[in-house]
């Protein structure tokens, strides 16, 4: 384990800067994947058209996906976590100013690019105050990420009731994000954590990965595709095929972000005990049930309460594998992260605009049971990790 030497900030501080970030970073996506059934109406969109939109997202994030890796170990999770935070909320506030569909894909783009580099550099953050404890936190980071999630579904409902356009929305997320940023800035971890590779690696800004790294990218591209799934379509899928009242449209999505916060609340426990891939396996199962649960029973209470098991099994994912990543024998903390999460958000390339495409030629029911099966891929690929 690296050593290394506090500055006169105390260790609580460093994780509660990078704890903001980390909410920041949720809030700002929560705002924009709540308002898209609002955006969806104002556009006249139909599902075909909005999934090929909303595929403007991960192509954005694949875009830079190995750039980003290069940028913060570079020039320093620091200093491109503090520009990224900033342009990802400005990016928002572009998605609100839309008025036609090829607007909003290209504002999209730019929206997945400042995402993709706001991950990175919040992740390199967050395991190098992780080796600080000296045990696992990284879902509990990741869970203030989905607390955000839950408030800003909250917030949008409001937003909605109070007949709030989501341009001014979204401006009332820029300014509170960046009051935030600006007030949390200067604790931040001053440089990142590197473990004690060989020489010739630490030099490398390109190294291709190995087993270890790409089994825990597939075993992320099977969460991540879910994931994608209930940020973008949730919403969509209570309007269309539950039909619940205007107020509750957004009750999905809400419990789904309610259970995976309290989930990566609780990881961290849970991993000690039954150990990770005992976590990740069980994880899958979740997933597919919770889905299961939805299509075959597509009524509100029964329809909630299995988006509230896919928000349980998504929730420990994705963090486990990037504080897996961070304990490369191989790469560098930033260099791994992209690597996994290059993998993992394929899943988000894939998804949603697959989901859109079957949905408008078979229904969204189908869609949903096709996701379920790929979340196995969680359980399926967890127990070839060691």
Not at 142 to 158: M, P, Q, R, V
Request: hydrophobic residues 50%.
């Amino acid at each position: 384990m690296m050593n290394i030497s506090l500055p006169r900030t105390p260790q609580g501080y460093f994780r509660l800067s990078v704890s903001s970030f980390y909410f920041i970073q949720g809030l700002v996506f929560a705002s924009w994947a709540s308002r898209i059934p609002d955006i969806k109406a104002a556009l006249h969109l139909n599902e075909a058209e909005l999934g090929g939109i909303l595929f403007s997202i991960p192509m954005g994030q694949i875009t830079v996906m190995a750039l980003s890796g290069y940028l913060v170990s570079r020039f320093g999770s620091r200093i491109m976590l503090t520009i990224a935070a900033l342009l990802y909320s400005t990016s928002l506030v572009t998605l609100g100013a839309a008025s036609t569909s090829w607007q909003l894909s290209v504002a999209l783009f730019f929206f997945g690019i400042t995402a993709n580099l706001c991950n990175i550099s919040v992740n390199t953050q967050g395991v190098g105050v992780e080796r600080l404890y000296r045990r696992s936190i990284m879902a509990s980071f990741h869970g203030l990420w989905s607390l955000a999630g839950f408030t800003g579904g909250l917030i949008s409902t409001l937003m909605v009731g109070l007949n709030i356009s989501p341009l001014f929305h979204f401006i009332l997320i820029f300014a509170a994000t960046s009051a935030i940023l600006l007030t949390m800035r200067g604790s931040m971890l001053p440089r990142d954590a590197v473990k004690e590779l060989p020489e010739k690696a630490k030099k490398k800004k390109f190294v291709m990965p190995d087993r270890y790294i790409v089994l825990l990218g597939v075993v992320a591209f099977g969460s991540m595709v879910c994931e994608g799934m209930m940020f973008d379509w949730s919403g969509v899928y209570f309007d269309t095929v539950i039909h619940p009242r205007k107020e509750l449209v957004r009750l999905g999505y809400i419990v789904f972000m309610c259970a995976m916060a309290c989930g990566r609340f609780t990881a961290d426990k849970l991993v000690t005990r039954f150990g990770i891939i005992k976590v990740l396996q069980a994880s899958g199962i979740t997933i597919a049930i919770g889905l299961l649960i939805s299509v075959f029973f597509p009524y509100l209470s029964s329809a909630t309460f299995g988006f509230m098991l896919v928000g349980f099994g998504t929730s420990s994912v994705v963090p486990l594998c990037y504080s897996m990543a961070g304990k490369s024998k191989t790469m560098v903390p930033g260099i791994a992260l992209a690597a996994v999460s290059t993998i993992g958000f394929v899943g988000f390339l894939i998804g949603p605009p697959a989901i859109g495409f079957v949905a408008h030629a078979l229904g969204l029911q189908w869609s949903f049971a096709m996701i379920a099966i790929v979340g196995l891929t969680t359980t399926l690929v967890a127990h070839k990790l060691k």
